[in-house]
C-alpha cells in the first residue's frame, strides 16, 4: 500500500472527467428506461396474475418463473449473442449490425423485461390485498372487471407498494452496471476503464461509489416524501400503541 | 409478602406511576383495577422486574426488586405471571412450555418435569391437549395452559395482568375458574383485571388506579360499597351496568 | 439454425468442471456470508451505539452498491493491500461475502425483532436469564421465521456467482462461454447454462414454498 500513488486531481482531468460523466448518462439512460418498460410490463404482469382468467395467469407466471429463475447476467447474454440467431436471417442481422446502440437496447430490454417480474410480484401482493373486498365491491356498483383494475385496484396496489417499487427502482440502477458486459460504457466500465489506465483505482472506485450511493440516497428520500404524499389514509398500519 | 413503597416511573418526560404504596400479604388476593391507560400493568411488571423505576422502592420475600445487585432471573422464577395476550411459545407444545423453565432454571430432571406438568394441565382441565401446539388451542385453553406454565415453578405469588381481556365471552369462564381455584388454595395474588364479578368473589382487597396514581386501596366490601373517590364511583358505575 | 445437443453431451465434463466452482462459490459465500451477516446483526442489535451505527452504516453502504463495483474494488484493492495478487476466485469470495452478509443480516435482524417483546417478557418472567430467553425463545422462533426468506437468498447468491465472469473465474458461465466461442455454438451453450440454472433455482423455489407451509408458526 505504500507504494500507492494517490491522485485525487485524476477525478477531475481531462478526458477523465467526461468519461466518468458520459459513464453516468449512460448508467442513468439504461436504468430510466428500463425502468420505464419494467413499469408497463410489470403492471400487465400483475393484473395477468390475478385475472380470472387461467390460461392469462399461467402464461404471466411461466414469464415470471423463467425471468426469476435465470441469472440476469446468463439472460443479457441470451438477448445479445443468441436471439438475433433465433430471428428471421434479415431481422438478426438488423439487430446485429443496422440497430445503432445495439447494446444499449440489449441492455434496456434485459433489464426491464427482467426487473418486470419482480415489479409483476409486488404488484400484484399489493393487489391480492385488497381485491377481495374491493372487487366485489366495484362491481356491484356496475363497474366492469376493467374498471375495477383500472379505477381500484391498480391505483390503490401502486400505492401502497410504493416502498418496494422503490428498492426495485434502486436495484434495477445497481443492475445496470451488468449493461458492462456487452460493451455499454456505463459508470462503473468507466471507472474500471479509466483505473486500468491510470493506476488510480482506489480514487476512481470511491468516486463510482459517492455517485451510486448518492442517487439511491435521493431516490430513497424523495420517494419517502412522495410516499406520504400519496399515503391513503388507514391503508397501511400505523405502528400499534402499546398501553 | 410484596411491598411497593413510593414508586415513581417515567417514560421518557411523561410519567407513568406517581408514588405508589401498597402492600399484598401472604395469601392475599389482591385486584388491580381502573381505566385504560392509569398504570396499573406498568406497576405489576414493576413487580417482577419487567420495567425498571425510577425511585421508590418495591420489595418480594425481603428481596429489593430495584436494587441492582438483586439477581432479577432467580427473583422472577419465584414469581408466576399471566399475561393478557398468554405468551405462550408457538415452537413448543402445551407441555414443552411448562417444561421449559423447570428444566433450565431450576435444573429439574425431564421426565420428573413433564409428569408434574402433565399434573399441573390436568389441575387446570387441559391434560388432554399436552401434546397440543398453541395455535391449535382456544383462547381460553391457551391462558389455562400459560397459567399451568406459570405454576410450574412453584410460585411464591402469582401476577396476573388482564388475564381475560383477550378472550372471546365464552371462554373467560373457564380462565376465572382456574384463577379461583388457585386462590382458594392460598396462593398470594395480584390480578390486573375488569372482572369485578371476580373481584367481589374472591378478592380480599381492591386497588383503583387512575392516572398513574394510587387511588384507592381498601378491602373489597369497602371498595364496592363505599368507595371514596369520584373517580371509582364513576368507574364503578359504568363497569357494572355491563 | 440447429441445436446441437451431442455437442453439448461431449462437453458436459468441461462444464461440469465450471459448475464445480460455482458450487464451491455458492457454499462459502453462505456459510461465510452468513457468519459475518450474523454478526452484523448481533452488533446491530446490541444496543451499544458505536456498534449499532457501525453495523447500520455497513449494511446500508453495501446495499446501495452494484455487486460488481464491490467485486473490482476488492479485486483491484486487496492486492495492493496485500502485496501480492489473489486471483479472481478469492476476489469473487470476498465480494461475496462482504455483500450478501449486509443481505443476510437484515433478513436475520428482522427475524429477531418479528419476535414479538411479549415472548422475551414470558421468558424473562419465568426466571430465564437475557440470553436463555434468545436461545430457548427468541432464536428457535426467529430462525424459523426467517429461514424461507434466507433460503431464497441463498438461490439469489448461487445465480449471483455468474458475475465472477467479469474477473474471468472459470466458473459454469466461463466453461460454457470458453467452449462455445472456440467452437462457435453460443446459443448451444448459453441454451444450456440458462436451463441449468433455471431448473436448479426453480426446483430450489418449489422446495423453500413447501418448507415454508410445513414449518409455519
Redesign the interface.
Known sequence: MQHYAWNWGILVTQPYVFWILSGLLWTMLVALAGWVLALALGSILGVARTVPNRVVRALAAAYVEYFRNVPLLVQIFLWYFVLPELLPEGAGRWLKRDLPNAEFWTAVLSLGTYTACRVGETLRAGIESISRGQTSAGLSSGLTMAQVYGYILLPVAYRVTVPALTSEFINIFKNSALALTIGVLELTSRTRQIAEFTYNAIELFTCATVIYALISLVVTYAMRIAESRARLPGMIASQPTD? | MIAIDKVSKWYGRTQVLADCTTAVARGEVVVVCGP??SGK?TLI?CV?G?EPFQQGSITVDGVSVGDKATK???L??????V?Q?F?????MTATENIT??PI???GRDRVEAVARAHALLERVGMREFADRYP?NLSGGQQQRVAIA??LA?EPIAM?FDEPTSALDPETITEVLDAMMALAQDGMTMIVVTHEMGFASKVAHRVVFMDGGRIVEDAPKAEFFDRPHSPRAQAFLSKILRH | MRIDIPFIVDHLPLLWQGMKVTLLLTLLGIVLGIALGALLAIARLSGIRPLTVAAAAYVDLFRLLPLLLIIFWVYFLLPLWLGRPIGGFYSALVSFVLYEAAYFSEIIRSGILGI?R??I?????????YA?TMR??VL??AL?NMLPVLLVQCINLFKSTSLVYVVGVNDFLMAADVIGTKDNRLIEMYGFVALVYFTACFLASLAVNRLQRRYA?
Open positions: 398501553a | 385504560s391507560g400493568s411488571k417482577n419487567l432479577l432471573a432467580k422472577r422464577a419465584r414469581i408466576g405471571m399475561f395476550s405468551e405462550l411459545y408457538p415452537h421449559l423453565a433450565k432454571v431450576l395455535a406454565r406459570a415453578m401476577l | 414479538r411479549g415472548q417478557n414470558a421468558g424473562l418472567a419465568s426466571g430465564l436469564s436463555g430457548h425463545i428457535p422462533q424459523r408458526l
